[in-house]
């Protein structure tokens, strides 16, 4: 019984191998951190895992972009072979036949990296895997924030810039009132191969609402750029201009908190100065009416869309 199941393995084995089966190679895994800095000291370590199941290595060769920058035989002698990566150097001493570790990385480097592994004689069994890699010129100075007034009455629409400097790639801007996170801007890049820095810019126009009797933190938008809803909170994604809305219910406190953090995936995050927004006390109406007209115009479209919203909200 045990021979009869023994040799059913066996020649199973052998129908898989004649199918070009994957006996000598398994479970090959890259890893490669999604982004890094760019810069002399900066470093990149790539992993391959792999698992020949017994059989013998051929080789392990690195593409960035389908270029080979990496090989390593270890029949040969030596087994290393580098060859030139434009903007960068392999670390010879950190690099064998599991990673390759990068140095002095600039941003041009960023693309797909490929792992391709072989198995030796007499399948050559051959696998490739691929990941992406950011190596980011992060933004010089902290993102900026601006507020078109320091003080607020019920009602009023407060408009902020948050802007950053140029960067690669271009940051996501983070929206925070009073710690949390209320809306995010979403840089888009154009190309893969647009290695520009480019710098980023969100407007909010934040409503302080009258009374508490509308939904807490429901926002609302311009409609043309592309935004995912969520609960009290907004997403916007558009190639330049970023406008982003958001209505809030007075705090209790009379104040709250207004900042914006620059983010490039997770190895760059840095934020604004944090603004404190307080209430004025309360004003007979004539006075709003003495600023600006500029200021009145913007005021009453927004007030428009408010009514909009509040209207659909009513009509839920
Ligand atoms: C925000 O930026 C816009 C466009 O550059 C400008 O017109 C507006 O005055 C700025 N507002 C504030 C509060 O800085
Ligand atoms: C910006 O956010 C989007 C959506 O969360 C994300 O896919 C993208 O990688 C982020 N970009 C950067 C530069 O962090």
Same mark, same amino acid.
């Given at each position: ?12 084995r052998?129908l898989f191998l004649l199918d070009g089966g994957v006996w000598s190679l398994r479970n090959l ?21 792999y698992d020949l199941e017994g059989a ?61 592994v072989s198995a030796?004689?007499?399948l050559f069994h051959t696998d490739? #895997? &691929?990941?992406? @890699?950011? *190596?980011?010129?992060?933004?010089? /100075?902290?993102?900026? =924030? ?124 840095? #934020? &604004?100065?944090? @603004?404190? *927004?307080?209430?004025?006390?309360? /004003?007979?109406?004539? =006075? ?29």
């Amino acid at each position: 019984m045990l021979k009869m199941k023994r040799i059913c393995h066996l020649i199973f084995r052998l129908l898989f191998l004649l199918d070009g089966g994957v006996w000598s190679l398994r479970n090959l895994v890259i890893s490669v951190p999604r982004a890094v800095l760019s810069g002399e000291g900066q470093s990149a370590v790539l992993r391959c895992s792999y698992d020949l199941e017994g059989a013998a290595l051929y080789s392990i060769r690195w593409y960035r972009a389908e270029t080979e920058f990496y090989r390593y035989v270890p029949r040969e002698l030596p087994p290393t072979m580098v060859f030139p990566l434009p903007g960068a150097s392999v670390d010879l001493a950190q690099s064998d036949h599991h990673q390759v570790r990068i140095v002095n990385l600039n941003r041009h480097l960023s693309g797909d990296y490929q792992c391709e592994v072989s198995a030796d004689a007499p399948l050559f069994h051959t696998d490739i #895997r &691929s990941a992406p @890699l950011t *190596i980011v010129d992060p933004p010089f /100075r902290a993102p900026r =924030v601006s507020v078109s007034q320091r003080n607020y009455v019920r009602g009023d629409v407060i408009q902020a810039n948050c802007s950053v400097d140029e960067a690669y790639p271009a940051p996501n801007i983070t929206w925070i009132v009073d710690d949390q996170k209320i809306a995010e801007s979403v840089s888009w890049h154009t190309s893969e191969l647009d290695f520009r820095e480019r710098g980023a810019f969100s407007q909010l126009q934040l409503s302080v609402l009258e009374s508490e009797r509308y939904q807490l933190g429901r926002s609302y938008t311009h409609d043309h750029s592309e935004m995912i809803y969520q609960q009290n909170y907004i997403i916007s994604k558009e190639h330049s201009r970023q406008d982003v809305s958001y209505m809030m219910t007075p705090p209790e406190s009379g104040h709250f908190t207004l900042g914006c953090i620059a983010t490039i995936h997770d190895i760059y995050a840095r #934020r &604004s100065e944090v @603004l404190v *927004i307080r209430e004025d006390a309360p /004003r007979p109406a004539s =006075v709003t009416g003495e600023e600006s007209a500029g200021t009145v115009r913007t005021y009453n479209v927004v007030q428009t869309s408010v009514f909009t919203v509040a209207a659909m909200i009513f009509s839920l």
